[in-house]
């Protein structure tokens, strides 16, 4: 069977996949330099302006606040996995426990995420959405955890290919942060 380079198979469980090649930038090996860190403290700094923005526009209040950061946040994120989904699901199947199984989740992450965003955008970050952004937070903190206790030097797609840091506890902050705001929510 021959496969086309520039197409994503998605493999059942009883097919068997091709060994995995070099897709030109999707396998583009991780940099742990200064400049990957200064992009992400640039989008985080913007995630910070804008969600305070919003916050003081919309009503100062710390749950509020929290809705706001986490709807920035999830958004962001999502839109920079967006800008080149391929390889962001190429890397994050190396590394998150429910798309190493579920090949679709890959793909089908970014999107929840940007539902997620706006669903906090537009309410008050109502229990069920917390629930949710815990269950999502908590499942890829999982799957960096044990790539990070591994030394595993997989390329971290929390920003898709923007970002070629390694996954690193950097990963693991980002999603444990997000889990521990969504449970703050659920009590304020």
Same mark, same amino acid.
């Given at each position: 069977m021959k496969y086309d380079d520039d197409m994503e198979h998605i493999y059942l469980e009883d097919e068997a996949s091709p060994p995995v090649k070099s897709h030109g930038h999707h396998m583009t090996p991780a940099v742990e330099s200064r400049e990957e860190y200064k992009k992400l403290g640039y989008v985080l700094v913007g995630i910070l302006i804008v969600s305070s923005l919003l916050t003081f526009i919309r009503g100062m209040a710390l749950d509020r606040f929290l809705a706001d950061f986490m709807a920035v946040f999830f958004i962001t994120f999502a839109a920079f996995k967006f800008v080149d989904i391929e390889g962001f699901a190429h890397a994050y199947r190396n590394y998150d426990v429910i798309a190493k199984r579920i090949r679709p989740w890959a793909y089908a992450f970014p999107f929840i995420e %940007?539902?997620? #965003?706006?669903?906090?955008? +537009?309410?008050?970050?109502? /229990? @069920? =959405?917390?629930?949710?952004?815990?269950?999502?937070?908590?499942?890829?903190?999982?799957?960096?955890?044990?790539?990070?206790?591994?030394?595993?030097?997989?390329?971290? %797609?929390?920003? #898709?290919?923007?970002?070629? +840091?390694?996954?690193?506890? /950097? @990963? =693991?902050?980002?999603?444990?942060?997000?889990?521990?705001?969504?449970?703050?929510m659920l009590f304020i």
């Open positions: %940007a539902f997620m #965003g706006f669903w906090y955008l +537009l309410s008050e970050g109502p /229990v @069920s =959405l917390n629930v949710l952004a815990m269950i999502i937070t908590g499942t890829a903190s999982i799957g960096v955890f044990r790539e990070v206790k591994r030394k595993s030097r997989f390329h971290c %797609a929390c920003l #898709g290919t923007f970002i070629r +840091l390694p996954l690193s506890r /950097v @990963s =693991l902050i980002e999603n444990m942060t997000m889990f521990v705001m969504a449970f703050a």
